[in-house]
Each structure stands twice: as structure tokens, then as C-alpha cells.
């Protein structure tokens, strides 16, 4: 994730603490608990590099949601593509976590399978099959969404998962939802949300 500061996002907090970085040693101080201030936004990291924000230990993040009402963590990222597939490593889901949301751009349809259009390509070329530089098929985020290597891999069994299908209005309506429909019916515990949220805030959410 880049640093939000530079794109202007309102914050009452910035935590900083080079101790909580995955890579530091087993010894990591706590997030400093809420203030207790109604509508308290804070943002926590071990610092920055590059303008992207390093990643928090999911040991820091399982402590903070004991204390805070909520914690929002970005466990992947995509390099702002419309898809990726995991690689051995990623991504860095924290036990704890109640809620998991994948987040994949239906404008990717129809564009080569390739690392201009996908983070890790090739990982996503050995989940769906076919060789790079092919189109890219519904059936491919299909693939992605319910394949134990996919969108989420490392997903906590008691976790409530979301996919959201965003960048809608790119594709036809129909296919949309043909696609959030075959996905709900080849995992049914998986909710599906049709979005397009550079253009509105609402979400039309498919499954119970």
C-alpha cells in the first residue's frame, strides 16, 4: 500500500515503530490502545520505503484487534494491476482476522494473460491453465477465487469471505453477473459483490 499522507487521506493518528516489521525479532511492543475518541482513525506500519508502507507483522495486527473496534489490514497487494495470484509466501492473512475481502477487476477480461495486466502472471497462468499472453476468460477469475492457491489462500477457516468484483461498468452487465453467479454456485460460503467503486459507493452484493 503506498502512504496515504501522500494521497491526502484524512488521519488522527500515524503510528510508527520499526519493531513492528515482520522481519524484527520476536520481541514487539503493542499498538498503543485507542484514545477512546468516537470515529478515532489511525494508521500503524513500521515505516515507509519508496513511498509504499511496510507490512505489519500479523502478530501486531492480531494483538491491536483485542483493543481496538477495528482493524483494517491489507494482507496483498496487486501493484495497483487488476489481478493477482499469490505466490509462496503471500498472502499474510492474520489469525485473527474475522472478515477477508479479495478485491479483482473484471476490466482484466478479455486482456493478455501477462504481467502488464497481472501480478504474478505465471502463478495465475498455473492456476488456470493455458499458456501467457492468452486472453484472459471469466473463467479465469472464476478459477481464482475458489482454487486453494487463489484469491484466498491462507484464508483462516472461520474467517466470513467476500469477493468483489470491481470495474463493473467495463463489462457487460450480464456478464457480471453470469460470473458472480457461476462463483457463488461453485462455493456457496463465498459472498460476491458487483462494484464499481471509482464511480459510486454502492455495492450489489449477491449471496446471503
Not at 484514545?35 to 513500521?46: D, K, N, R
Not at 477487476?105 to 499472453?133: F, H, K, M, N
Amino acid at each position: 500500500m503506498f502512504d496515504p499522507r501522500d494521497e491526502g487521506r484524512p488521519l488522527d493518528a500515524w503510528l510508527e515503530e520499526p519493531a513492528w516489521s515482520g522481519l524484527a525479532g520476536a520481541d514487539r511492543p503493542p499498538l498503543p490502545p485507542p484514545p477512546g475518541a468516537a470515529g478515532f482513525l489511525a494508521y500503524a506500519c513500521p515505516g515507509v520505503n519508496g513511498g509504499k508502507v511496510l507490512g505489519l507483522h500479523p502478530s501486531v495486527v492480531d494483538a491491536a484487534a483485542k483493543v481496538w473496534d477495528l482493524v483494517v489490514c491489507e494482507a496483498d497487494g496487486a501493484r495497483r494491476l487488476p489481478l493477482k495470484a499469490p505466490a509462496e509466501r503471500e498472502p499474510v492473512i492474520p489469525a485473527s482476522s474475522p472478515i477477508v475481502v479479495a478485491l479483482m477487476g473484471s476490466d482484466a477480461i478479455g486482456r493478455p494473460l501477462s504481467e502488464a495486466q497481472v501480478c504474478r502472471a505465471e502463478r495465475l497462468a498455473d492456476i488456470c491453465g493455458g499458456p501467457l499472453g492468452r486472453a484472459i476468460e471469466a473463467a479465469d477469475l472464476l478459477a481464482l477465487a475458489i482454487h486453494p492457491e487463489g484469491a484466498f489462500k491462507g484464508c483462516p477457516p472461520s474467517a466470513r469471505r467476500f469477493l468483489i468484483l470491481n470495474k463493473v461498468e467495463l463489462i457487460e452487465a450480464k456478464a457480471a453477473r453470469t460470473l458472480a453467479a457461476s462463483i457463488r454456485r461453485a462455493d456457496p460460503g463465498l459472498r460476491v459483490a458487483l462494484a464499481s467503486l471509482a464511480l459510486s459507493d454502492s455495492i450489489d452484493e449477491l449471496g446471503p
